[in-house]
């Protein structure tokens, strides 16, 4: 960017995520960013953007957002409304696409199509899934009927001959609306999640809750299952086989790794006794080196590489938070998710630059998306193994 022109951030102004990306541009030398609001984009506020790069930013922890998504007034702890919130998120993201297009010079740091496709774990999944990316088994997908109940569910499993899976609904985030769930038989089950179930008259009612559950009675599992699909799009649950994960000094543990601009840079480990090791449920971040040196340096290079083989899967996307688990064995490793905003990784740096910074650093070195002129990436800039 010889020029230097400002970025301009799609967010929620005063978020510390716009507030972090902020002085990371403004301590390299570029002019303070642009902000558009959220709220202005889903309002239909008009939309047009300044010459330079656009980049776009996580939508959540705001209110009034949350409610434009939703459609009406909704709780926020309340698990319910995955398929419309991602319908209008869907939208919006059109919207801005169409505006950037439409705005000589403006060019997107994080292609809209991609983060749709982030956002909706079957069809990241079957992109992953064809580029050869090492992921968990699918038990649901393309060609198959979709999984929208509790019998739907069992019968799948049945079929598949894998009695232990994790159900997601396919347009979550933060471990909301998942459940690892595991079954004896032909009638016990375990059902482990941050999901409470609470009986209400006329039905059930699904919350987020901070502490994880476990449900053994058939009909609480069969219930939770049923509102989970009942709530999805017409293609149903994400459902997968249970890869059990890495266990150091008794707890779960993988990774968030960061990919820039096609190289690993920032980790972090994240360490549960549950299954679920999103860090906001109260697990400990982990540490990185006691991982690296329990897998040894080979499965950690080849892990590395997935990671990146990940993103690049989606070539027009300047950064991709990618979810990297190593099985129990410490030999094979497999993708989670992707994240299309999997940059909140507080105090992680990598030489010398937190999450923003890097972002910055390859936008003054070249970055372009895929297909666009400008620079090219630095050698120095693929190394794909973080130090």
Known sequence: ?????????????????????????????LPEPRVVAWRDVLTREPLAFPAGPVRIDSPGEDADVHTLLSGAPADPFRVEGGSTRHAALVAALGRIEAAVAASPGAWSVNDAGEIAVMFDKRRAHAVLAARGVALPRALTGPGAEPVRSYADLRRRMADARCPRVFVKPPHGSSASGVVALETHGTSRVQATTSVELVREAGGVALYNSLRISRYRDEADVAALVDALGADCDAGGLHVEAWLPKLTL?????????????????????????????NLHLGNARGDVAAVRGAVGEDAWARAMATCVRAAGCFPRTLHVGVDL???????????????????????????????????VHALVAGWRPAGSTGAAPRDEDRVPCPR
């Open 325 to 359: 688990l190593f099985a129990v064995d410490r030999r094979r490793h497999a993708v989670g998710e992707v994240n299309a905003f999997g940059d909140l990784l507080p105090g992680v740096l990598h030489q010398g630059r937190d999450t923003w910074g890097e972002q």
């Open 249 to 277: 000094d008794g707890r779960a543990t993988d990774l968030r790794v960061l990919v820039v601009a096609g190289r690993a840079t920032h980790v972090v480990a994240r360490s549960s006794r549950s299954p679920m090791t």
């Open 1 to 29: 960017m010889s020029e230097r022109p400002a970025v301009t951030v799609v967010g929620n102004p005063g978020h510390r995520r716009v507030a972090g990306f902020a002085a990371a541009a403004e301590a390299a030398g």
